[in-house]
């Protein structure tokens, strides 16, 4: 029974496989880490891990893409790369300047970095001067709100003044456009949907599992999570193979 059984996973990792291989991604992945380092947090990816996955998506012939080329994409039909991927980072851990960018850089890929506004200059987080570098080196700079509390709670005017300001404060001291925003815990409902338009953003990040494609709501743009990896690059692989087979079957 205990053969039968393994006999069945080992089938249906090879039919897995074998459909990764022929049918062509189903739209556009969007990763997102949060700390890249050592510490033992279930989000934290060491730089080896991190560095791994880059050189696996180089090797593989994906093109980082900014979340501005995807909406671009997604919403008026200009053309991507051959295997785009977005890869996104949360909460502007300073390791995002000193370990992340290094590699990033090694690789070629481009990347987005959301930050808390009010947690800026404070460890372990960046600081305003590291916020300007990354931008400066190509990284696109998103907001993550002021406080990274839960939009959905907040009262409407207070989620309209936080939308607002951690964008406008963004775009003052980097003296750009700020566009996107990732959800704080991946929350949103129409109303901040709605906020966040009035506001003047672009599209916004989730937390929902999938691929993103033309006609899809860019204010719910699904990601790939990826935490601290404990079965090295296939368990990376196989993420990456869970929102393709989601985005098929229309999850
Ligand atoms: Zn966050």
Do not use: C, I, K, V
């Given at each position: 029974m205990k053969l039968l059984v393994r006999g069945a996973a080992v089938a249906a990792l090879v039919i897995l496989a074998a459909a990764w291989a022929v049918w062509p991604a189903a739209g556009v992945p969007i990763l997102v880490y949060h700390k890249v380092g050592d510490?033992?947090?279930?989000?934290s990816v060491p730089p080896v891990d991190f560095e791994r996955q880059m050189r696996y998506l180089a090797d593989e012939g994906y093109t980082a893409v900014t979340l501005a080329a995807l909406v671009d994409h997604m919403t008026a039909g200009k053309p991507l790369p051959p295997k785009p991927v977005v890869i996104t980072l949360d909460d502007g851990y300073a390791d995002n300047y000193t370990a992340a960018l290094p590699i990033l850089k090694k690789y070629g890929l481009r990347a987005t970095v959301f930050v808390v506004t009010d947690f800026l200059?404070?460890?372990p987080y960046l600081t305003w001067d590291e916020v300007k570098a990354l931008r400066a080196a190509g990284i696109e700079i998103g907001s993550h709100?002021?406080?990274?509390?839960?939009?959905?709670?907040?009262?409407p005017d207070e989620r309209a003044r936080d939308l607002q300001l951690s964008k406008e404060g963004l775009e003052w001291r980097l003296d750009a456009p700020v566009q996107f925003l990732a959800y704080p815990f991946g929350s949103y409902d129409a109303a901040t949907e709605a906020a966040l338009k009035k506001a003047g953003y672009r599209a916004a990040v989730g937390t929902a599992v999938g691929l993103n494609r033309p006609g899809d709501d860019v204010y719910a743009l699904k990601r790939i999570n990826i935490p601290?990896?404990?079965?090295?690059l296939g368990e990376f692989r196989l993420r990456l193979l869970r929102a393709n087979m989601y985005a098929r079957l229309g999850i």
């Open positions: 510490t033992a947090e279930a989000y200059d404070e460890r709100t002021l406080h990274h509390r839960d939009l959905t709670t907040l009262p601290r990896s404990r079965w090295g």
